[in-house]
Structures are given as structure tokens and as C-alpha cells.
């Protein structure tokens, strides 16, 4: 029975703990802004990453409360001075943050872009199901976003222009 429950694990500290460690989240959070827990970068991903690590490591090991809560502050502070140097160095933005990449153009679809991603063809072809698409000609482009999302952009039927804008940032080739 020790293997389902055994009377010397700490319930009630990781109970409170888990209370704890929740609030410092959301104060932490609500002081810093939700930007902290976006996922607009690779950056933003291994930062995610890490505070859930370290939430794992606070309520299931011997790191304390105290030590956890500083670990979680710590980086989303850093999220924050990480924002402001993407906005004042780009040169800062571009070394954290991977560039958007075409992988269609209209109904063509560009096999060296999909080649460099690392993405295949098959899984190219599912994201387009997954949007409704029922030919290559409603396709106006389909994009492998900074976060590793792909965004399908669809022609539109009541002649709206599509606006170039769109894919303002976004590489043609890798």
C-alpha cells in the first residue's frame, strides 16, 4: 500500500505549498504583465519550461517554498528585462527570436522551406485540413509562426484584398 500512499509524505506541505507558490505566481504575474506567459519566442517557450520545473521541483522535492518563490520571480523579472531589450536592441530580438518563415505562397507550396523548418510535407498538408481548406487555390499563404505554430491565411470569397501587411517580418526563403 506504501506505493499509493505512505504516511511520511509531506501532504500538507505540499498543499500549502502549492497555495503558496500559486499566489506568488499570480502577484508576480499581475505586477509584471501576462506578456511573461506568452509563447511569441523560443525564448518565451523555455521560460515556460522552466517556471513549470521549477514549480515541479518546489512542491515535490526538498526545494523550499521560499526558494522556489525567489527561482520564479527571479525569471519572470527577467522576462521583463527581456522584453525591454526586444523592444530597445533589435539586434537582442533577433538573437532570441526565431523569424516567422512562408511556407506557401498562394497555391505554391516551398519545398526549401519546408526542407530548412524541418517540416514535412504530410504535416503541412494536415494543417491545412485542420483549416477547412479544400484546395491549394483558397490558400494565400501559410506561415511556420516564431512559436512553431502554423497560421493558414485563407483567400476570401467577397473580394476583400488580402493585406500585405500580414506578412510583414515574415522570411520568403530561409
Same mark, same amino acid.
Not at 65 to 77: D, E, F, R
Given at each position: 500500500m506504501e506505493w499509493i500512499y505512505d504516511i511520511k509524505d509531506p501532504i500538507w506541505q505540499t498543499v500549502v505549498g502549492s497555495l503558496i507558490i500559486f499566489v506568488v505566481i499570480i502577484i508576480v504575474t499581475r505586477i509584471i504583465g501576462l506578456r511573461s506567459f506568452a509563447k511569441f519566442t523560443a525564448y518565451d517557450f523555455a521560460f515556460t519550461v522552466a517556471i513549470g520545473s521549477i514549480i515541479s521541483s518546489t512542491l515535490t522535492s526538498s526545494t523550499s517554498?521560499?526558494?522556489?518563490? *525567489?527561482?520564479?520571480?527571479? &525569471?519572470?523579472?527577467?522576462?521583463? /528585462? %527581456?522584453?525591454?531589450?526586444?523592444? $530597445?536592441i533589435p539586434e537582442f530580438s533577433a538573437l532570441i527570436s526565431n523569424k516567422p518563415l512562408l511556407l506557401m505562397d498562394g497555391n505554391t507550396i516551398l519545398y526549401n522551406n519546408l526542407k530548412h523548418s524541418r517540416i514535412e510535407k504530410s504535416q503541412l498538408i494536415a494543417k491545412l485540413r485542420e483549416a477547412n481548406v479544400?484546395?491549394?487555390?483558397? *490558400?494565400?499563404?501559410?506561415? &511556420?509562426?516564431?512559436?512553431?505554430? /502554423? %497560421?493558414?491565411?485563407?483567400?476570401? $470569397?467577397?473580394?476583400i484584398e488580402f493585406n500585405k501587411q500580414l506578412l510583414d517580418g515574415v522570411r520568403k526563403t530561409p
Open positions: 517554498i521560499t526558494h522556489g518563490a *525567489v527561482a520564479i520571480t527571479s &525569471l519572470l523579472v527577467l522576462t521583463l /528585462i %527581456s522584453s525591454y531589450l526586444q523592444k $530597445k479544400l484546395d491549394f487555390n483558397q *490558400v494565400e499563404a501559410v506561415v &511556420l509562426e516564431s512559436t512553431g505554430d /502554423i %497560421s493558414v491565411l485563407h483567400k476570401t $470569397k467577397e473580394g
